[in-house]
């Protein structure tokens, strides 16, 4: 292996990063050597780049298995356009596209071959296979393999016997950690030999963690969005009905919002997904349907109007944002309403018990979550297994909570249930406490109650509070034979006897209001907002134009590091991470043109005025040619440049001649040597 071919040089030469992402090394060291590995790695951790890299600088190619065809096809492109052989064979590809991919086949010259799962299990596909002269397998999404998961896809269990049939390594990848389900992979997919491990941490730093209280949800969401105008976002809702009215709701407030759930036809979905991986910007107002298939780097926040069914199904939800490494806000609105609902679900599944009991813990610990009383990330890190200390990037931490001792009133709302025979819901118990005799109430005597009206001190809302708080402690729960009605836990009463204190909330008591949060962190300072849109207007015109999704041009990251760094030069920009050697000869001087350009801030109001005038296309092929020349005919020269002001001179003045264009004010002897031709050249062009 040549020096140049190595994984550190081929980061950067071809990739364009300057280092490795933590943890990618090893692994990309192990599946390099051909031993079979498991990776599990947060999302957004780089897994692609883990069997990628290995592939080139191995002999022969690399067969990637990929549960979803968007992904996929999403993955090619970006690896086209780095320059590297790849394809994939999937059921939505054209006649075209399967021909390229077997050219490349037969020539040999294919280094990594994707393939959708239910293809593999096609007749010929081990033909092709073979063909391709595979010899390593990367499984992308291993946790596919696991019964037990919602994810499951028959047609994994098949990769593991070609394997073994082909005689080649195996590297599988998923975020997805728990115990059961590494076990699984471990049988199915490596045939019970445990390969080599890696575990990455589940921390995601860059994700802000943030739960209010449900109040008017529709408000909070259109407040979070507001405040986020124009980033990219997706809103997660429990029922598909809630997804159409929030999305209408969104676009009324003029965002660019469309609803995605499982009820819609294939088409339209399809669209939503394509439109999402695209588009700068939109938001999508989706149920849970919404997720596998969005591998969208610069999502920049998520928001949940209903509580999600469990930690992990939060976690992977909210971490579908900031995978590029960049800040990412998330917000997730919960209630007692969508902790019934939750508990409801679990409870009429179809689950064996033992599955129903796991499935309470897993939604306990999100209402924890969702209650807790310090960091969040502490205490969701704690879950995984992962010990960490106060984030500063949740809302706990920024505005600690101030507690109470809710031990007496906990007491009195437990005692309101026993004495009407755990036989009612919150509404109607809180009624008893404060003392509200309703019609119901006085039916069936619980005025009489010793119970009736001791609570008076405090108000109806702060009492719904306490009862919610109640249920995400797990000190009650919904009994779905009574219709919801609210009995207690055995953890309720150690508390009732007085033999446990408990710690409650207080400012969940009070309203959510969005004012109390922070300002919403900006990629780049703000006199730097108009470049970076001029850089996102550049990468999506070039996007739009090859279509692909904009990241596939360059990634946000990548975007904000030429803001911040401001490049004057292809060599300079070839420094910037992301930029490797195909997307510098590519792009390169399409956006240093626009940066080069860009140091006028003022341009937008002239070329308005000058198009009003009629003048504006001159102004324009001024421009351009004002750009081409920056650094003269061969692009070796100093950098000389014109600015706006300069070039409305000139189109209003209209030179026709050498010396009439000398005498506009600002071009100097050099500018003329430079410019001249090509300005009067754009000028008679009109
Ligand atoms: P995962 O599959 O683990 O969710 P991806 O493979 O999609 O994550 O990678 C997430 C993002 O991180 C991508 O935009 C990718 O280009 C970027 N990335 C991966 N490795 C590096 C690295 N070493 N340096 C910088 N960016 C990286
Ligand atoms: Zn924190």
């Known amino acids: 292996m040549l020096d140049t071919d190595t994984p550190t040089a081929l980061l950067a030469s071809v990739f364009g990063f300057p280092e490795f992402r933590p943890g990618q090394e090893e692994i990309v060291q192990a599946v390099l050597a051909g031993e079979p590995t498991l990776a599990i790695m947060p999302t957004g951790g780089g897994k692609s780049l883990c069997f990628q890299l290995p592939a080139l600088c191995r002999e022969g190619a690399t067969l990637v298995v990929s549960p979803l065809i968007a992904l996929m096809r999403d993955q090619v492109a970006a690896l086209k356009a780095l320059g590297i052989e790849a394809g994939a064979l999937c059921s939505a590809n054209t006649e075209e596209e399967n021909a390229e991919v077997f050219d490349a086949i037969e020539a040999g010259r294919l280094k990594l071959l994707y393939m959708a799962p239910e293809r593999l299990n096609t007749s010929g596909a081990e033909h092709v296979i073979r063909r391709a002269g595979v010899r390593l397998i990367a499984v992308d999404e291993a946790h596919c393999v696991s019964q037990w998961g919602h994810d499951f896809r028959p047609d994994y269990l098949s990769i593991g016997p070609l394997a073994a049939r082909l005689k080649v390594p195996l590297a ?29 941490g589940f921390d995601r730093p860059n994700i802000r963690l943030a739960f209010t209280a449900k109040d008017s949800p529709r408000k909070q969401i259109l407040a979070y969005a507001a405040a986020r105008r124009g980033q990219s976002g997706i809103v997660y809702c429990g029922t598909r009905a809630r997804t159409e009215s929030l999305a209408a709701a969104l676009s009324a407030e003029g965002h660019t919002a469309v609803a ?113 009383q310090g960091c969040r990330r502490v205490q969701l890190l704690a879950y995984f297994g992962e010990a960490a ?12 909570p101030e507690l109470f001792d809710g031990t007496e009133a906990v007491q009195m709302a437990l005692s309101a249930m026993l004495r009407t025979g755990e036989w009612f819901g919150a509404g109607h118990l809180v009624d008893i406490l404060i ?25 109806r809302g702060e009492w719904q509070a306490i009862y919610r708080q109640m249920l995400g402690h797990d000190l009650v729960r919904p009994d779905p034979e009574r219709h919801g009605a609210l009995r207690m836990t055995e953890a309720a009463r150690p508390i009732l006897r007085g033999e446990a204190p408990v710690t409650l909330r207080k400012d969940a008591i009070t309203r959510a209001t969005e004012n109390r949060r922070p300002a919403v962190k900006t990629l780049v300072s703000e006199e730097d907002e108009p470049l970076l849109s001029a850089l996102k207007a550049k990468r999506r015109a070039l996007a739009e134009a090859q279509r692909v999704p904009a990241y596939v041009v360059f990634p946000d990251r990548t975007l904000i ?10 060599d300079k920009m070839a420094q910037i991470s992301g930029v490797g050697a195909k997307k510098l000869e590519r792009y390169g001087a399409e956006f240093l043109g626009v940066l080069t350009g860009a140091a006028t801030p003022e341009m937008h109001p002239k070329r308005r005025a000058l198009a009003a005038s009629g003048k504006g296309e001159a102004f324009d092929r001024l ?8 650094r003269g005919e061969a692009g ?49 062009a009109e």
């Open 435 to 459: 003392g509200n005799p309703t019609d119901k109430v006085k039916a069936r005597g619980h005025d009489e109650l010793p119970t009736f009206g001791v609570g008076k001190a405090r108000k």
């Open 636 to 684: 070796t020269e100093k950098p000389l440049s014109c600015d706006t002001t300069l070039l409305r001179r000139i189109v209003e003045r209209a030179p026709t001649n050498h010396d009439d264009l000398a005498r506009v004010q600002g071009m100097n002897d050099a500018r003329l040597e430079r410019f001249a031709n090509a300005f009067l050249a754009a000028l008679a």
């Open 561 to 570: 590091e030429m803001v911040e760094s401001r490049p004057e030069t292809l």
């Open 623 to 630: 421009h351009a040619a004002a750009h081409q020349l920056y």
């Open 389 to 400: 200390e106060p984030c500063g990037n949740c809302d706990l931490c920024e505005n600690p």
């Open 260 to 372: 995605y759930h499982g009820g819609m036809e294939p088409e339209p979905r399809r669209s939503v997904e394509r439109r999402f991986q695209a588009e700068d910007g939109l938001i999508v107002v989706a149920t849970v349907a919404f997720g596998m298939g969005v591998d969208k780097p610069d999502i920049r926040w998520v928001a949940h109007a209903d509580l999600p069914k469990s930690i992990e199904a939060y976690y992977q939800e909210i971490g579908r944002s900031g995978r590029d490494g960049l800040p990412a806000d998330t917000l997730t609105l919960y209630g007692s309403d969508d902790i019934r609902l939750r508990r409801s679900q679990i409870d009429e599944g179809l689950a064996p018990p033992e599955r129903k009991s796991a499935d309470h813990g897993r939604l306990n610990a999100l209402l924890g979550l969702s209650e807790a």
């Open 172 to 200: 599988a990848f998923t975020a997805t950690a728990d115990a059961e389900t590494r076990e699984e992979i471990v049988t199915r997919l490596f045939g019970g030999t445990p390969p080599r491990s890696f575990l990455r």
